[in-house]
């Protein structure tokens, strides 16, 4: 007992010798977003993709409302004041941020695709009331399968790990997150859009922009998942405290990136759509004339045919 007792006093120490560099980037990165979070342009189409599009911004809008309290946390220099169950809502607030965030924008990229590659599939399947209900269905699914989240005690070192001995758990729910919630959504967005270069190779701004959402995603999301892994494995393997450190920090710096997701969303989607709709209008009209032009031969053969056996 007095041997665990000891390593569990270490490892704390571990993890708190270095809390200034934390609050300080947790402080700037939030002050950084807050203000800007509420600056979206929402479309007012009713077409499934702004449905997907108006999830999204709800999914970032109700994340900033729990940045001030972040912000009060940090500049009192780790002590939460409120009361504990504002920190379980905070906590979950995030996660349920970052996967819905990554399953709409998952949802969006199959929706381009099925545009561009399938115009005639999308008009059927692609409707705004089917497309609520799949948005319902992923609010659903990540609000349940966060809720351990939120039933974990925060109070009075909120954001922060109160009982090392529980982290095995924690790298197990990391795991089941990272398979669900990055690796599945990230091969689909990959597929996606590499058959969407295929129909938008003649139109250069598209392709530059679909680029530029993959990269996003990678940079938003990768190194997070990644480094909260490996840090997961320092602490509960029980690793140098150095390198805990280090990956400590590095998972302070990714976590920035994917919240700084919530301000590259409306700046690649919002403000961008029209680019991207006209270029997909086109694709569409395309295909769609190229299809008819071949089903021309086929209908005047049948024509034929029919005027025949009536003589």
Known sequence: VGNNASATVELLACFHDDDAFKYRAYTFTYLLLFPVAFLYTLPHRNSASCVVMMNLALSDGSFSLTLPLRLAYYFKGGVWTFPDWLCRLCVYGFYVNLYT???????????????????????????????????????????????????????PRCFEPSNPS????????????????????????????????????????SVHLVTMVTVTFLLCFLPYHVIRSLHLHAVCSRWNCDVTVALQRAAVVTLCLAASNSVVNPLLYYYSTRTFRDSMRDAQSSLLSSRAGSSRPTQALMRRRRNTTSF
């Not at 399938?118 to 992923?138: D, E, I, M, N, S």
């Open 166 to 205: 529980s982290w095995e758990r924690v790298l197990i729910l990391n795991y089941v997150g990272l398979a669900l919630g990055f690796l599945i959504p990230f091969l689909t967005i990959i597929i996606c859009y590499s058959r969407l270069i295929r129909h938008l190779t003649q139109r250069r701004r």
């Open 101 to 155: 965030s990554i399953l709409f924008l998952t949802l969006l990229s199959m929706l381009r695709w099925l545009a561009v590659a399938q115009p005639l599939k999308h008009r059927t399947l692609a409707t705004p009331t089917r497309t609520v209900l799949v948005c319902l269905g992923v609010w659903l699914f990540v609000g349940m399968s966060s809720v351990s989240v939120f039933l974990r005690a925060g109070s």
